[in-house]
Every structure is written in structure tokens, then in C-alpha cells.
């Protein structure tokens, strides 16, 4: 029989001759349940909208964007490229011009950035489910149409509805800019809204998706791309995107860029880990302090409790093992807040999962809190807490022997 472990499990659930040890150990598992619960659900609520943002991503991001190292644009006739079409893991490769511009809708004017794409992206696209006003399509019969963001269209007062056209500006590459007459150094196109799209705040306060023949007309170019656009074949495994990016970069050379999605947004997916660490250590800070309630109800049981202890050594039990029945004792109190809390935790996060019941308030792409499980999270969860718990614990100990030798 392990000694401490049925002293401590005898302890625990047994009648204390004051009432108090009783419930100040209540109140430390329904804290550590409370905390528990807390941190696996927002851990979960923040996976839900992590998982959001990178699926809008995915929608306008490629799986790999290559761009020129030097300068803006290039002609994609290398054999790389054709390497690249010719691979099974591929999809699809689109061919992309950009370029900042200058937009008028019907007297009202802003900057804005346009995003001139081919067939390919037009016929390939995943911007159908964020459209919030008319139809994505950038052809009408021979007429050349546009994308705009929601916010952009906002600030123009442009509406696919009307009938008012868009008119798009850029400096000519041909002509000297003349100070009597700016506008004339001006090189325009003049196309119709089809929609208005909602993916990010960045993207839509600023983008403008068209035909890349249109922008190329309009930035006098022939073949020039800025970017290719590749994406994967659905089951395309990790190691294999891995592995076409390492060929992809070895044929191209260091006259060009190819970038993963985590390349594309480094930035933005640094801050949303530094984000959840950040929500971790401070729900695992909270966590602690509620923690510290298992101090004070192990401290009185020891006071309590050394009637025994004086038994227990005139028994020869080494002090190494009267130490551990207090130390389990208190553990066990954390441990039992961290069954519940998991319990309660996973349990509402699964039942939000499945059925939404939290809804969220006003007009956003999801009507209901977003929540992902994640079982690292759950497993991290509770081995800082069960650290925790035992950390605790051995502090009333090592504090009455320290007062007592």
C-alpha cells in the first residue's frame, strides 16, 4: 500500500474538526475549476478566430506567391514556371499586376490598391462567399468589371447597383508630368463595379480586383507580371509543399522571392502566437493567485493534523514520507478543480462548437462565437495547472518544517 497516498486520500475527503479547513478547500477546487475552464475555453474561442482570420487569408492569399527580388514586375517564362505547371501538387498559377492607384466614383476620390488578375483567378476564385453586394464576376460579355472592398466602397459611395462607373488613375509611364496640367500626365481606365467584398480590414479599406489586362493597359505593360499566384491541389501534404517551394526556389535563383503563407503574413502570424501566449500567462497568472487558497487550507490541516504526525514518527515513518501526505493532500485539491474544469471547459466549448448558442453581437461574417478544441491546448492547460497545484502545495509544507525543526 503506498502510505502517503491513503493518508493523503483519507484527508481529503474526511470531516475536518474545523469547519473552515473544509471549506476554504472547497473554495480552492471550485477556483481552480472556475480558472481552468476559463483558460480552456478562451484558448478555444481564440483558435475559433484564429482559424477565421486564416481561412479569409487563404481566400485572397495564395499557397506560394513568388515576386521579383529586385524591382516590380517580370515576364514568368523561365522554365521554372513551366516546372511548376507541369507538377502534380499544383492547381492552379495565376499571373497577378499590382500597383497603387488613384480611383474616382462619381466626385468622391482615394488612394486604393488594384490587383489585376487573369481567367485563372477569375474562374478559380474563393471570393464568392465574401461578397456583401452584387456578384463576383470581372467580365460582362467584352465589358470589363471590378472588385472593390466593402470599406473602400463605402468612403466612394460606390454601389454595384448604380450605374455610375469607376475611373482609375494612374501616372503615365510615358509622358512628363506637366505642371500647368497634372491631370494630362494621368493614364485612366473607366470600369463598372460588379461587387463589393469583405475579407480583412487592410484589404478592405483598399483593394481593387480587375482584369490584368485592364491594369496592364493601364500601367502600359505587355507580359510584365508583378507576382504568380500558385496554389495547391487539395491532400497536398505538408512535406510535398515543402518540397515543391525548396524546387521551386532552386530553379528561380535569387532573382526571386517565394513565399509561403507564413512568409506572406510573418508579421500578422507572429503577433496572433504572441497574442495566445500572452492569454495564456495571464489566465495561468490568475490561476495562481486562486491557487494560493490551497496554501491556507493546508496550512491549518497541518496545525491541525499534528497529533497524527506525532503518531506517524513514533510510528517510524521518515519525515520524507509525513512530508508527501501534505504535499498530496494539497495537490490532490487542484487536481480535483482540474478534473472539473476540464470537464465544464471542454464540455461548453464542444457544445458552442457544435451548436453555436453564444451569439455574436452585431453584423460580422460569423453570427456565432467561433471555437476550435484544441487537445495540445487541453493537454498544456492541464499540466500547467497540475504544476502549479503541486508548487503550491509544497509551500505550507516546506513553511512548517522550516518553523518547527
Known amino acids: 500500500m503506498n502510505l502517503p497516498l491513503f493518508f493523503a486520500g483519507r484527508y481529503l475527503f474526511a470531516r475536518k474538526s474545523h469547519n473552515v479547513i473544509n471549506i ?23 483558435n475559433g478566430f484564429d482559424s477565421l482570420i486564416k481561412a479569409n487569408l487563404s481566400d485572397i492569399d495564395p499557397d506560394v506567391l513568388v515576386t521579383p527580388a529586385t524591382g516590380k514586375v517580370f515576364i514568368p517564362d523561365s522554365e521554372a514556371f513551366q516546372w511548376a505547371y507541369d507538377n502534380p501538387s499544383v492547381r492552379t ?7 497603387n492607384v488613384f480611383v474616382n466614383y462619381d466626385g468622391h476620390q482615394s488612394l486604393a490598391k488594384a490587383k489585376g488578375v487573369d481567367d485563372i483567378f477569375e474562374e478559380e476564385n474563393t471570393l464568392s462567399g465574401h461578397v456583401r453586394q452584387g456578384e463576383f464576376k470581372l467580365h ?11 470599406m473602400l466602397a463605402y468612403s466612394l459611395g ?17 509622358r512628363n508630368i506637366s505642371i500647368s496640367n497634372p491631370t494630362a500626365s494621368l ?16 484589404q478592405d479599406n483598399s483593394l ?29 501534404t505538408r512535406s510535398e509543399q515543402k518540397e515543391f517551394i525548396k524546387g521551386m526556389k532552386t530553379r528561380l535563383g535569387e532573382g526571386f522571392k517565394v513565399a509561403d503563407r507564413f512568409r506572406q503574413n510573418e508579421s500578422l502570424y507572429k503577433m496572433m502566437k504572441y497574442e495566445k501566449a500572452a492569454i495564456f500567462l495571464i489566465l495561468i497568472f490568475v490561476i495562481i493567485i486562486i491557487a494560493f487558497n490551497i496554501f491556507g487550507s493546508l496550512s491549518m490541516l497541518i496545525i491541525e493534523k499534528e497529533g497524527d504526525i506525532g503518531t506517524l514518527r513514533s510510528l517510524g515513518a521518515p519525515e520524507k514520507t509525513i ?39 452585431g453584423n460580422y461574417l460569423v453570427t456565432s462565437y467561433p471555437v476550435i478544441i484544441k487537445w495540445m491546448d487541453v493537454a498544456v492547460t492541464a499540466a500547467g495547472v497540475a504544476l502549479i497545484g503541486y508548487l503550491i502545495a509544497l509551500l505550507p509544507v516546506a513553511s512548517y518544517y522550516k518553523t518547527n525543526r
Open 24 to 46: 476554504i478547500s472547497a473554495i480552492s477546487a471550485i477556483g481552480m475549476a472556475i480558472g481552468t475552464a476559463a483558460l480552456t475555453i478562451i484558448l478555444s474561442v481564440y
Open 93 to 99: 498559377m495565376s499571373s497577378v499586376l499590382q500597383e
Open 140 to 150: 460582362h460579355g467584352e465589358v470589363s468589371m471590378c472588385a472593390v472592398g466593402t
Open 158 to 174: 460606390l454601389n454595384p447597383s448604380f450605374l455610375a462607373p469607376l475611373d482609375i488613375y494612374y501616372p503615365s509611364r510615358d
Open 187 to 202: 493614364d485612366r481606365i473607366r470600369l463598372h463595379p460588379s461587387c463589393t467584398i469583405s475579407l480583412n480590414t487592410e
Open 208 to 236: 481593387i480586383i480587375l482584369p490584368i489586362e485592364d491594369m496592364r493597359e493601364l500601367l502600359h505593360y505587355g507580359s510584365e507580371v508583378s507576382a504568380v499566384e500558385i496554389r495547391f491541389t487539395e491532400g497536398c
Open 323 to 361: 512530508k508527501r501526505i501534505f504535499v498530496l493532500e494539497g495537490w490532490f485539491i487542484s487536481l480535483l478543480g482540474l478534473a472539473a474544469g476540464l470537464v465544464i471547459g471542454v464540455g461548453f466549448a464542444y457544445l458552442q462548437q457544435k451548436t453555436g448558442i453564444i451569439r455574436m453581437p
